[in-house]
């Protein structure tokens, strides 16, 4: 899906869901489910991959599994600029327990949402909050990104050149 070869990651998936399904492995449907719906997100099909996260979400009651369903639905929320229900969904997904860098992309993304809306003071917050915990470059960069943007904002320019430098490290 990272390739943008689509159709084949649906495929694939498709027969990851067939596979579990056969074992009765309800937990890993609910994490195929949760990514067929980001292969949708990825092609903009907002609204086919909503339905793929509801259905990841009433698989199982496993807390990683619905913390990320919780959390891709957000995502999928705010690409569609429907605001308050990326915001609802992602604010849900962090009471969810996670893995690798899932807590630093659920604050993140609500960093960039309340950005959008220009409240400088809850993206702050949360692009802070991000950053402490383990991440990848890329969202690194970006929260660096919304705290110069933030900073600028609030005219605070000393701290604004402060996060300049991380951004451009």
């Known amino acids: 899906s990272i390739q943008k070869d ?42 086919t ?11 199982t009651k496993d807390s990683l599994s619905n913390g990320l369903a919780y959390q891709e639905m957000g995502i ?8 308050d229900l990326a915001q609802r969904f992602l604010r849900k997904s962090l009471i969810f327990p996670y893995t690798n860098n899932n807590y630093a992309i659920r604050n993140y993304f609500l960093a960039d949402l309340f950005f959008d809306l220009q409240k400088l003071d809850s993206a702050a917050l949360y692009a802070t909050t991000a950053l ?12 660096y990104r ?23 490290d």
Do not use: H, W
Not at 8 to 37: A, H, P, Q, W
Not at 156 to 167: E, S
């Open 49 to 59: 991959a909503l339905k793929y996260y509801k259905q990841a979400l009433n698989y």
């Open 146 to 168: 919304i705290l110069v943007n933030t900073e600028y904002g609030r005219g605070d320019f000393k701290q604004m050149a402060a996060y300049m430098t991380k951004y451009q």
């Open 76 to 83: 999928n929320y705010f690409m569609a600029k429907k605001y």
């Open 132 to 143: 402490k915990y383990p991440s990848t470059f890329f969202n690194q960069r970006d929260c």
């Open 6 to 47: 689509f159709k084949e990651s649906l495929n694939k998936y498709k027969t990851s869901i067939n596979f579990f399904n056969r074992s009765g492995d309800s937990i890993e449907i609910s994490y195929s489910l949760t990514y067929t719906g980001r292969v949708y997100r990825f092609m903009k099909e907002y609204d």
